[in-house]
């Protein structure tokens, strides 16, 4: 079946680069997205990645994905305090509809 | 333009009884989602209306979750009767419809503590 994980937890110092990692289960997924959710809030679209591209690059933003290790990876660069939230991961399945994965807390210190 | 609007934002209320939850979505928006989100976990598809045919309710629970969409624009979500395991964030989401994208516009969400 169609299934999606992160790891729970990234703590970072401001100014450095986070890396979210997620894998993902559904080979013939077609698109794959990066979701963020502040607190109190509902998600909002990050970035997405069609399934042909290795690479995407979108101002701070890099998505990275290795479609044979079915690995998707986000990267923040120069992370501010701003980007402390949760980051989903989600797959666009074979039966139509967006996969999340648990997401991942990011965490910015000062 | 407004976002996907919903309320309660907030509601408590005790076990076995009763409630609704009332999303707007954006306008021109012809998909409309439920989405239950526990916590520490993402969200979980309970169903999608293509205006106001729900044409994927397979995770909706049937035998207490009900939902509607008359007119094809707002929707209600009703609980009868509200369980403890129903505590959770109910996130209505909408989409132009070209899922392709893969952009869904969330709600607030309106969270859920059965006592």
């Known amino acids: 079946g169609e299934d999606v994980e992160q790891s729970l937890f990234l703590s970072v110092r401001e100014g450095d680069s986070s890396v979210i990692n997620c894998t993902y289960t559904d080979s013939s997924s077609t698109y794959l997205y990066w979701y963020k959710q502040e607190p109190g809030a509902g998600l909002q679209l990050l970035t997405y990645i069609f399934s042909n591209m290795d690479m995407k690059q979108d101002q701070r933003l890099t998505v990275l994905l290795n479609k044979k290790d079915k690995h998707l990876s986000l990267r923040i660069a120069d992370t501010q305090t701003g980007d402390s939230a949760i980051y989903f991961c989600a797959e666009l399945g074979n039966t139509g509809k967006l996969i999340f994965g648990q997401g991942t807390t990011l965490q910015v210190k000062p | 333009e407004a976002g996907v609007v919903q309320s309660p934002r907030y509601k408590i209320i005790e076990k076995k009884q009763p409630v609704a939850f009332w999303c707007n979505p954006i306008?021109?928006?012809?998909?409309l989602y439920w989405y239950l989100q526990n916590l520490g976990q993402g969200p979980e598809l309970l169903i999608r209306?293509?205006?106001?045919?729900?044409?994927?309710d397979s995770q909706l629970p049937k035998d207490r979750f009900s939902a509607e969409r008359l007119k094809g624009v707002d929707s209600t979500l009703k609980i009868q009767p509200a369980e403890l395991g129903d505590s959770a964030v109910y996130l209505c989401?909408?989409?132009?419809?070209?899922?392709?994208?893969?952009?869904?516009?969330f709600g607030e969400g309106s969270r859920l503590t059965v006592l």
């Open positions: 989401a909408s989409s132009s419809g070209t899922l392709n994208t893969g952009e869904l516009f």
């Open positions: 209306y293509e205006n106001e045919e729900a044409v994927d």
């Open positions: 306008s021109g928006h012809n998909t």
